[in-house]
């Protein structure tokens, strides 16, 4: 019997006969060729139904346990996954023929040494190993679990009618909050009234003014690694709003605003030298926007601002482009008119080293 002849039988008896059903899986075990990932002494036995051992002290796992992981974790191929523990690699082949992108990581460089000369002969393109501790995960691609962006303007209620709001679109924040879902973080988004869509797997809550957005935002916080503020929120909110309708007279109207409270600001003062969580700022300008975001980093007591000057053509308000300067501590990072969803990743490109920084 040939090798594929015994792949065949193989996922006959020993999976789908358990009740895997998945085609991807099923055709995955057909082809992967499990012998070249045993030790020469071990090839006879490859196809068994059993666990087999491996060099340093490790094993493969059984192929109907293999299958079964791989139906639960169900990848996509648009989906890049990580996996702890190389092992003999026989995992991540299965895994790669059905994701995009896999990363493996591997603790004995013994075994990584093996599999990655076997994925070589298999020619598989989209796997990267790596020598490591795996409970750290991929720092580098993922370092944050949780965070909370904030997006859209706010609308301060005048009367039952009326309400002083702004022209902030929310779609750099929304763009902020896809780029790190991609990316794999859990993300909270407080959106503002009057705003894009909220987004797929992404927890929204819904806000309208100022007062309520730093409500959501403190709710929020803890456990927060990242708090990107991209909304425009209000500084100022009608002093005495009315139940009623305002009717007109002849004379003029005035209205009387007060400050709202800075949400930003009262993070970064509350964080007072604590790790965490980082902390990014927006600053829409109309001149002189390098200059006045970094004014409000210092200000505010954050960690990296995004200005922009709203008068480009093609950038800020309204825009699916967008062209800003990153400002951090150490330097500031010119961003050319590019997609807001390219923007959204530039900035976290940056966020990255800061949160190793305070870490
Ligand atoms: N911000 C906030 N709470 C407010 C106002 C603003 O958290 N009440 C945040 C915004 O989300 C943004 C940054 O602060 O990240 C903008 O800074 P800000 O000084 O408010 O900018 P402007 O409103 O443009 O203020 P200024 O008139 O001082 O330029």
New binding site residues.
Partial sequence: MDDREQRVQMVERQIAARGVRDPRVLEALRDVPRHLFVPEDQKPHAYEDRALPIASGQTISQPYIVAIMTELLAPDPDHDVLEIGTGSGYQTAILSRLAKHVVTIERHPQLALTAEQVFSALGLMNVDIRVGDGTEGLPAEAPFDRILV?AGP?YEDIDPVRYVGNRSSGRMGVALAEAARRRGAAVTLVLGPGSVAAPDGIEVVRVRS?AE??AA?MQALPGQDVV????????YTPAAPVAQKITKSDGPLTLTLT?????????GASRDGAAHPVL??????TADAVA?GRR?LD??R?DL??ANDVTQPGAGFEHDTNAVTIITRDRDVAVPLQSKAAVADRILDLVVPLLGARA
């Fill in positions: 904030t706010t100022a957005m730093h935002v990107a503020m991209a909304a425009a929120v209000a500084d400050r709202t409270k800075d949400i930003l600001a009262d993070l990014v700022g927006f600053a829409a300008e006045r409000k200000a505010k954050v601002v995004v």
